[in-house]
């Protein structure tokens, strides 16, 4: 019987919401009937568990299908025997962020094991096989018909996921029971941001609507917090605190909550000293694609300097794609779509084999543009299975060695950015725009904007838990900054300017790579756990 590829399994696990330690993937390809024992294998994982280990994989082959030879399939994985539970520790630390080429310390030599690749990669010390953990994935889990009821399912899930955020630092009540409660009584509604207007004499109402209705909230401008009207998207969720006016008929607004990172947010760190390496945005297949800067960075992660570095994780728009902006076929060094996924999966082999590499797709890919965005289809994966890379859905957030990193590839920024005043959101400092999707606990809070959204039974876009890093990609600007101890990165790009980019002022940063030392996140010098390597 052929093997089984590893993709197909991956992806009828991911459908039925288990992510999987690549061992027990290769265990299940080798298994003389693969989709009996995938059965076999969740029928007895326990009820609450997400994912499945070798462990269990193992335990089920042995028991049902009598001796396993537990090494057959592991030639090129190296295996752990107890990978262990991580106690991180975490800081209350706010640093403030400054480029820094230096590097930190340098890591404990320890034994050397050959890549399985073949491609000649340096040696690099024997870890856990098992791959990072992926949650908030869509991929396999699209539900959306476009119908009436996929939007205000959508919605509804929104608000309810944000709004009990809120309610813990609010006395909330419904727009329907706020109605009907007398003048002049102290309230508060945690609504969604329906319509936001000023009246004749410069102040702003604010209508906010919940699942019981729609009731309006008075800004007057005078007030310190009317700064914070600059802030608010549509469809956003917030709390409004004030007084009724005598007729009951409006809210006159004390305060605004946001749901927010709390300020006693401290990050995880990893056990170990290891970093990753942020990029984004290599847009293969373009006549302005940097292959001198990619060269270079390929090259550098062979060096001893770079030993650390056992993660590269690339937030979408690993291409240029076709026909995504007028007259783009004229800046096209590859003209099929396949061919320039082709070109990339070459790129991507002149990195160490043996480096753990996380993708998400982004606009100029080859998957839906309405977010959340499924993960490359199977024939696409195939083309890209350098390295055996973990592909997942935009966005998704990433375990790795116990640090949670949010990967957003970014379109959203382009409307947060559009939307909000020059100091609090703009180009040339992504990081702030990311600030305040954090601030709002949502990858893309405004709907029927520049940003595409599909309705699903869940809102994939809350930020249900804080990441310990943010990562972007999307507007080609290198930016970074901390928020509530939130490492926010956007990670530049590997394309030169194109003339439609020219046309619309983006004047791109190219061929950095952000290094981040997951070990040292609770550290009050940014450069001791942030490298901006520069390769362009």
Not at 6 to 17: F, H, T, Y
Not at 113 to 136: F, K
Not at 189 to 216: C, K, Q, Y
Request: hydrophobic residues 35%; contains cysteine.
């Amino acid at each position: 019987m052929p093997r089984e590829t590893p993709v197909r399994i991956v992806d009828e696990l991911a459908s039925r919401g288990y992510n999987t330690d690549r061992e027990a993937v290769t265990l299940l390809a080798d298994a003389p009937d693969t989709d009996a024992a995938i059965e076999r294998a969740l029928e007895a994982v326990p009820d609450d568990a997400v994912k499945l280990s070798v462990e269990d994989v193992r335990d089920v082959l042995e028991t049902n299908a009598g001796n396993v030879d537990r090494s057959r399939g592991r030639s090129d994985t190296h295996s752990s025997s107890d990978s262990g539970e991580r106690d991180p520790s975490v800081s209350s630390g706010d640093p403030s962020l400054e480029s820094s080429h230096d590097r930190g310390a340098v890591p404990p030599e320890t034994e050397g094991v050959e890549s399985g690749s073949g491609d000649g990669n340096r040696t690099r010390r024997e870890r856990d096989p098992s791959e990072p953990a992926i949650a908030g994935d869509v991929t396999g889990r699209s539900t959306g018909t476009g119908e009436y009821e996929d939007f205000v399912a959508v919605f509804r899930d929104r608000y309810e996921k944000l709004s009990g955020q809120l309610r813990g630092r609010v006395n909330h009540r419904p727009t329907s029971a706020v109605e009907s409660m007398p003048g002049g009584s102290e309230a508060a509604i945690v609504g969604m941001v329906a319509d936001i207007r000023s009246t004749a004499n410069g102040h702003w109402l604010i209508d906010l609507e919940d699942t019981t209705g729609t009731f309006p909230a008075l800004v007057m401008k005078d007030r310190d917090m009317a700064d914070l009207v600059d802030d608010l998207l549509f469809d956003e969720v917030i709390a409004v605190e004030g007084t009724l006016a005598d007729d009951g008929g409006i809210l006159f607004a004390d305060s605004i909550h946001f749901p927010d990172v709390p300020r006693t947010f401290e990050p995880s760190t990893a056990d170990r000293a290891v970093s990753a390496a942020l990029i984004s945005d290599v847009h293969v297949g373009s006549q302005e694609f940097d292959a001198d800067a990619w060269n270079r960075f390929a090259e550098w992660l062979h060096t001893p300097e770079a030993d650390r570095v056992e993660y590269l994780l690339l937030a979408g728009d690993m291409v240029e794609g076709v026909g995504i902006y007028p007259d783009q076929d004229e800046e096209l060094d590859i003209v099929d779509i396949y061919d320039q996924y082709e070109a990339f999966a070459e790129h991507l082999k002149a990195v160490p084999g043996d480096m753990e590499i996380v993708m998400i797709p982004g606009n100029h890919d080859a998957v839906r543009l309405a977010e959340p965005q499924p993960a490359f289809d199977e024939e696409l994966r195939e083309i890209m299975s350098a390295h055996d890379a973990r592909i997942t859905g935009n966005p998704s957030t990433v375990t790795v060695e116990g640090v949670d990193v949010l990967m957003y590839h970014g379109v959203s920024l382009d409307e947060v950015i559009a939307e909000l005043p020059e100091d609090h959101a703009s180009y040339d400092h992504p990081d702030r725009a990311m600030a305040q999707l954090l601030k709002k606990r949502h990858i893309a809070p405004q709907f029927g904007g520049h940003t595409r959204i599909a309705p699903e039974e869940r809102d994939y876009l809350v930020m249900e838990d804080v990441p310990d890093v943010f990562h972007t990609g999307h507007v080609h600007k290198l930016g970074y900054g901390s928020y509530h101890n939130v490492l926010t990165i956007n990670s530049a790009c590997w394309q030169q300017q194109t003339s439609f980019q020219e046309s619309v002022n983006i004047d791109p940063d190219v061929g950095y790579a952000p290094i981040v030392h997951l070990d040292k996140l609770d550290e009050s010098d940014a450069s001791d756990f942030l490298t901006i390597r520069s390769f362009g």
